[in-house]
């Protein structure tokens, strides 16, 4: 049973609306995430004016992470700005108090407005019209507005309105705040602050309302009233048949984290942000709400305009549904803040950034947008100093970048204990963070990905290469002599593949180790021949001349799993000599995580079976190690041994499926990718919406059908795109120009639409060209 | 608009139902604490199983106080154990999600069982009858039994079941828990446990499920799930058409503040409360609740069996409801913990002990259970340390109660700032912390009304003496002289009329204090002659020979407001000055409060408007200092200028008109204190039950019609009861003796039924009389 309905865009707005057409109590995480709004500073949830059981009202701002106890850091729960409590006649408004028609909630996701209507009545009111609009600005970042229009059709009406700011929620039960000021000024500015107890980061909240009835100003009966942690508005009023009233609440929020507020006190802040929020609620919503509209298209769309012309019309708006939400969860503004694993759509995984953001999100922004990428790689620069840590308290030297990251000398912040084991009753524990340690290359991946493909030779002298040779210290220190085999073994890990613990010698560990070490050796003859200031700094700092003769020593020695005589390569010591078990009724999308209904992870361990892909990625990665052949044995081998119970595998086996030419099958997975937060499962995003498989979405797109890669540092198109798709146009950056590409059945058409370079060298199907204003190839030849 | 339906019980339990004839979500707090269970050691909120919107999910468990950040110590609200959610057919089942007949919702005072029922249908489901039963036991005060009972009554039907603990639920948002462990036993028993952060008590709570269907064991399809803070069973059934399923969830809690867990380690207390539950839980839900019945029955019914013999059974009704709470609220079984203002009824006020306790609580148990008061004053005793440290803190020697008083040693713990200024839009300042300075004359009142009720002298000397000598030490230094006026003043204070801050002379307070130091002179006189042991050991802590001296020269010379040519007393110095205005909007039970909307506090400052009783306290608890003239013309003076915005005030009044020989109006005002948590205002219960106004249904009935009174050390017996009433009984303990009381319109009889003393002495109307076995006086000679 699915509420959604992606087909209501007309007009301007085809494939830009995301809409629920049903409303119902069972499901309401669903649209709360798929429907959040945000610009990276803050993301808000779309959990409904008035409440309901079972909603999780999260409104969370990049980067505050607090400490609650002796839990894990989290991005705290902010106070509640978006509850109105509606009463009609004395009745409280909800949709399951009374009966509602011509029901539709929808996003638009061009303009970032969510916009919810209905007709609606209770026992003694006749049919009331409602519409509830709502953003997040994209222009003003601390900026929410919210407009209510309520209109009698049959009677006139009694309204009690009740709204202001709500200090009381908090996460899951976890309360990060000392309560703070709660102030009404010139009885029409609310004003409340809060501060988290471990980090100490002010936060201010202001709101104000205003009341209209068919476009003139009202005077509302009003009383204040407070509460623990809350300061509300009671509002009372009579309207009349055909009437409407309009309810506009304009909020803000700030914190002392924020760049701009750097150096404020914490009466100034007050100051500073009710200031704001004087200045721009004279506006109006229509006003505020057309700014943030604007900065959307000026910003995002006339900037990243994905065109896929398909028979059918949901793949588009699939795409620009990722692109949405890659803007919104992505804290831009900030390099000391990175993307969470659910953005900030969600408590799911606490705000703390993993692996997806270099493999899954990262792409994304190197192609689309590489200032941002570069931000997000500062943030890995800027937490160097937890990751240095992490590896001394574990014994090694170097960088090793923590499995969950959060502040910026955090270091490791996965939590320990997760759910119940179904065999002995107690919890498991999380090993994640003690032996998921293959983020390090992923991180040193993403630096080099970013690095090839705009050029930046900035960001690598100030950050890339410290990282990278920082990491390679790392491995060098990781690897284990095995005396017997005479080789470096890399053991007790976990590889991507989540189903495994404590195995021996994971492929993708060990080749993307060994690879960092080469990348390593690289740079540091490199530096030391071409940028002697910098290298003589890295080298004091990091002990350069020392490591690299260990990294020559070892490297070579590194242990890297070979295909067996089946091309199978080993995903790790024994993943191969365990039991096959026919996992047919856990293999399906709508199953996700059926298989632990079954077994405990111990048992798990003992079972060919996998969460998502693991070797896969090692292909995606450093693809040009692999041959084709050893790619589709191991896609025989492994694909159906993977639940797909990561929503970070569907893409990689997407976009791997059209390196081996099976576009038909990477349209299949393409589809069922689009489906993990849009799909009928109305349940699977209640925790945030999975922001990997967004950007694996992307990758789906424009580095499967779009066939773009960077290998070895040079530009590669080889599309296809799947027969139900006249075309596909895109844009990317490639060494800091914008290239415009589209593609069709017969040719690649590509244009340099910037033109700082005089030409762009890549290669299609092994032939080399040159992009000087435009190129078009036939694609069958 | 009212819900309530008082006279549904029949038989065995007429007027023994307090009932629920229909059900909205915009009332739940009423039912949540007019129907809440306990014992004294818990309390439980009458919540329902499934979840609404604007329920309060309340289980506070008596004396366990933490303090939040730099908040105020309260009770933390325990983690959850009644939620059950149901799942018909797919469709969570709530009763505005449906829809249902035949509903009631009762609480049965006798047995102190909660039962609700209906029938209820989805779209598919068929009609479907449902019972739910709850009880907290008063047998095992550590145990909560709940039993569910579904009859499909037209078709088959599938039923999930969410069940567990939840640890997620906060007080008012705030979080006073570290998670514990989550464990799951056999398959069978869950286990969470939490410790307060601040105070470090660890709780431990177990559950655990049984299905039978028609009364024959079944087996259920489980799985668990472990969340934060919260581990739940799902249960997946069908049941078949006129088929019952019955669902039994037994549940205890043990925490290490409890006596009988001193000692033990955190395991132990794990193993320890498991192992009750496994006792426990096989004999089932119907014979736990029999064993809960009889101790009902066997340690409170029997013993204070009050008849009301009214036209209105109401009535009857009402003192059972009180002396149900009062049961409920007391912690009988720990004299390190007192009675909360709201009981363990809900958060208001934050379980703190007030005045309430010696001035409306007390009385009840001192006449009906002297054990019990002896325990809540020896309270008073443990928390001396706190008391000192206060009167040090604000620079006065001796003991210094503090207005709000929650753990032994903390000392103060009122808040220091409230809700909104209406005109400021700042919170108000709440002075009562610091100059509500008249509570500790009311803890020396109440330990006198206990010895000299009771003739306990090993209470008295143990504690009774120390308190009150210490007090008198505080009273001396707290006095301030007047240098002009040649008298001793007590200056910015606020007396029992809340709505008067910052007053000088308030005559309450003045009069109790120069009686406290009185009292201290006499008993200091008596223990020097007769108890010379004692006398030394007290006069070394408390330096009495120093101590006496100042008490003798100043307690003349101590300001005590006289009657003015009106016969009037002073309320303070400036009362009487201040501007008269009509307050007929605000005089209204229904509108308790609203002054507050036209004016702040400190505007109502300037008027001559009072919360509550003031000087007709002092007219009860020293009443023979004052005439019946002067308590007459104070009365008509004040009455009308009294809000009784304090539900302390009304059973004051009731008492006093009684004693003015207005029984009418004495009618009518208990009448009016029996609506306060009883009555049609739906919403003024939702904090919790007003614990003073249950102790004041008592003393309006017993004090009040029946007249009992001790006048300096003797029992006195004025009573005369309404005209619509044809007798009352009650029980009263005098010097140990237990008698039994019985007034009809024409006889007062008493009998003695304990005979400890030959001769019971007690006056009546002015003439002194002698109890040996029975005696019958006629009224109206």
Redesign the interface.
Known sequence: MTLMKYDLGQGDYKNWIISENDFS??FLGKCESIMSLGNGYLGLRSATEE???GETRDMLIAGTFNK????VTELPNTADLTEISLYING??F?L??GEYSDYNRSLNLKTGELNRQFIWQNKNSGKIKFEFKRFVSLDNIHLIGQQIKITPLEKNIEIKVQSGIN????N????HF??GD????N?KFIQYTQKT?ESKIDFVLNTTHDFKVDNKDIDVNS???????K?FYNYDLTLESEKTLTIEKVSNIYTSRDKECEGLSYDRLKEYSLENLRKECIKGYEKLQKESKNAWQEKIWSKVNIVINSDDDYEQLAIRFAQYHLVIMTPAHDNRMNIGAKGLSGEGYKGHTFWDTEIFMLPYFIYSDPKVARSLLEYRYLTLKGARKKAKENGYEGAQFPWESAWLEDGEVTPVW???D?VT???EKIWTGFIEIHVTSDVVYGTWHYYNVTNDQDFMDKCGYEIILDCAIFWQSRLEWNEDKNIFEINEVIGPDEYKEHVNNNAFTNYTAKWNLDLAIKYYNELKENKVELFDKLNQKLNLEENVAKWIEKKDKIYLPTPNKDNVIPQDDTYLTKEIIDLTKYKNQTNVGSFF?DYNMKQANEIQVSKQADIMVLFLLLEDLFSEEVKRSNWDYYEPKTLHDSSLSLSTHCTLANDLGETELAYKLFRQACDIDLGPNMKTSDAGIHAASLGGLWQCVINGFGGVRMINGNLRINPTIPDTWANLEFPIYWHGDKLQVNVDKETLKMKNITKNNSQIKFTHKGGEYVLVDEITIELNK
């Open positions: 109590t069972k409440k309901y059981v609650f106890d002796d839990e009745e409280r909800t399951i108090e200090g009381q929620v908090s899951t039960g976890v309360q000392s309560e709660k102030r009404v000024y009885s107890i009383l204040i009233s407070m509460d623990r942690r300061v997760g759910a119940a179904i009753g107690k919890p209904k």
